[in-house]
């Protein structure tokens, strides 16, 4: 076991766990921005607004995020000028942007789907109280539906940004240096596999671990109305 | 699947077990499987295991040279990985299963293993098919991460062909579509088993 290889790439190791987090983070808060409407799409009884939703929910849960990640970033080289003609070929030329979008939608696809399960769950007497209040469409979303579906969402969406953080670690086969990225590039020169790849283990569950610790604390916050026997987990 | 399915099995018995290691050593294996991102373990198996065993070999004054296939360090990672996600799928089917019936067995005198075998495995596959069929999904799809040590399965072969043609989209499309024919085929055969698995079940009307 050679220690002093782990020392010497301990700060390329942080700066990839920086990209790491900054590639999660900004994926989870787009992908969270486009679940909302996507799951309040799948719960509408007009096919016309549920099916689109379903397809693309049904294509993103159904194939592999490392071929949706290839069909961004290579399968778009397929359709250069077109994509330069209208200016967007300076963005799928980035690696960065083609992670970040391909992330966002899978994440978005997934986590639609656990917030249809939150909606779905909201009391049905809640929904009664509310029109009998006379809200209706977005100010009963908003102040009744939402926040409701988000809290008994939470726990499966806390399993869901666990698992987001972990895919990142593909963006390192698109030339990005993350966690991954580094730890194969170092080890690549230094045949020091089995020592950089258990450092980026390690990290990976500090940070697994940290996010997973951060988000019970959110939910405590969120739940704490409700007694400790009533939570199901 | 199969080595998934048999780890799973025996870790979730050992995590359910009266013995504290067993319990302990279990629950290490899924905390610490469950946090590291699939590619790592991949590449670290694949890349870092021959290493490990060769400098280790060296320490006791051996020269021997190991070489893991891609195939085999495929198959056994992805079976080790997705074994720590079956794990709390049995866990939870095995506790879902009535007190009432360990009971009634042991007072007709079955020792463990004989309720095990005929009491506990029947009817825990009720409750373990719809999570398994979850971990199976997860793992159809985990499969492509294989390409990256250049084992040539589909998404390899994508590759491959993509670079050939030089129509990456067309090629990467048509793989995702594979996929989800495989996607859709195991949810009609899922079905089918959960249909299967209830047949004993009495509905409420």
Redesign the interface.
Known sequence: ?DNNIIIETLPRFLSGALLTLEITSLSVILGFLLAIPLAIMRVSKSPFINIPAYCFN??FR???????L??IY??????QSFLSDIGLWQFFREAYFCAILSLTLNTAAYSSEIFRGGILGVPFGELEAARACGMSGPLLYRRIIMPAALRIAWPAYTNEVVFLL?????V??ITLMD??GV??VV?ARS????EL??T??VL??IL??GLIFVFKRIEKRITAHLSPDVMIR | MAIAILLGLGAALCKLSKIKSLGILAETYTT?IR???????I??VY???P??IQ?TAAFFGLDIYVEIKPMIAGIFTIGFIYGAFATEVFRGAFLAVGKGQIEAAQACGMGPILVFRRILLPQMWRFAIPGLGNVWMVL??????I??IQLPEL?RN??IA?RNT?????C??T??LL??AI??FSLLFQQWAEKRANRGVRREA
């Not at chain 1, 045949?191 to 089995?194: D, G, N, R, V």
């Open positions: 076991m049904f294509y159904g194939t592999p995020l490392l071929v949706q290839f069909l290579y399968g778009s080289g397929q359709f972990q895919a990142s670690s593909l390192s086969i966690i991954t730890a194969r080890s045949f020091a596999f089995y790849f258990i980026a283990g990976y569950l697994v671990y | 610490v946090g590291i991102p699939e590619l790592v373990l590449l670290l890349y870092g295991a290493t490990l400098d159809i799809k985990a499969t492509a991460l390409s990256v998404m994508t590759d993509a030089h129509k990456p989209f067309t990467y499309f793989a995702s996929y989800l996607t859709i």
